[in-house]
């Protein structure tokens, strides 16, 4: 296992069109989280999973995203009509729930630029 | 999830120490502090997170204050590639543990 993978790394789409990006956490992994970052800035949450309960959603998220981790394994966040203010880099962390020994493990992240 | 200060940015020289200082004075009981580093383009790295006495690791060494209201993150021996974002945060063990991310502090290490 090398760690929480993030698919693509980057996403050029034009203002309108949807878009789907898929975390893939470290197998082990309970516990799956969603953030956004734009430039300068820190990153924010959006969205956690435990396995496959979606638990807390971020006002942050619109009804325009929604996010998945059907299995409870991998999870996909999707942006419905996007926006040039979605423009941002959205990464993806994991961490086993009730652990409080390691800390969480973020991925690459996905960088989306909406022309 | 108690708020964190930190300075914008400092710069650090190679080879020396850097002590990044974090204020987290309305810290309570059950809470962590944890650090995070961000190098550009990539996701955050973890790096030392604490309760209540000091910890180090391969990394770094984190010293938390006896009142816990603040804590000090060191490198020991600053490389260029250390240059990054250092994040403070502090976390309880309440459901969700989500991490709050603030400004963080710039660290530039020059040769």
């Known amino acids: 296992d090398t760690g929480v993978s993030q698919d693509p790394r980057h996403k050029i789409t034009k203002r309108g069109q949807n878009v789907t990006f898929r975390c893939d956490p470290i197998?082990?992994?309970?516990?799956l989280y969603w953030y956004r970052q734009t430039l300068g800035q820190g990153p924010e949450f959006l969205t956690y999973?435990?396995?496959?309960?979606?638990?807390?959603k971020s006002r942050l998220l619109s009804d325009r995203f929604s996010a998945e981790r059907p299995k409870g394994s991998f999870s996909t966040l999707e942006i419905q009509r996007t926006e040039q203010g979605d423009s941002a880099m959205y990464l993806c962390?994991?961490?086993?729930?009730?652990?409080?020994?390691?800390?969480?493990?973020f991925g690459s992240g996905t960088r989306l630029t909406v022309v | 999830d108690a708020k964190t200060t930190q300075p914008p940015s400092m710069d650090c020289a190679e080879g020396r120490a850097a002590n990044l200082p974090c204020n987290h004075s309305?810290?309570?009981?059950?809470?962590?502090v944890y650090w995070y580093r961000q190098i550009h383009s990539q996701g955050p790295q973890y790096i030392i997170h604490?309760?209540?006495n000091n910890e180090t690791n391969e990394m770094a060494s984190l010293i938390i204050t006896e009142d816990r209201k603040s804590s000090t993150l060191i490198l020991p021996h600053a490389t260029l590639r250390d240059t990054a974002v250092y994040y403070c945060?502090?976390?309880?063990?309440?459901?969700?543990?989500?991490?709050?991310f603030g400004g963080g502090t710039r660290v530039l290490v020059k040769p």
């Open positions: 962390a994991s961490r086993f729930e009730g652990v409080m020994d390691y800390g969480y493990t």
């Open positions: 197998s082990e992994h309970n516990r």
């Open positions: 999973f435990q396995n496959e309960a979606q638990l807390e």
């Open positions: 309305t810290i309570s009981g059950n809470e962590y």
């Open positions: 604490g309760l209540k």
């Open positions: 945060i502090v976390i309880s063990q309440a459901a969700g543990n989500k991490l709050t």
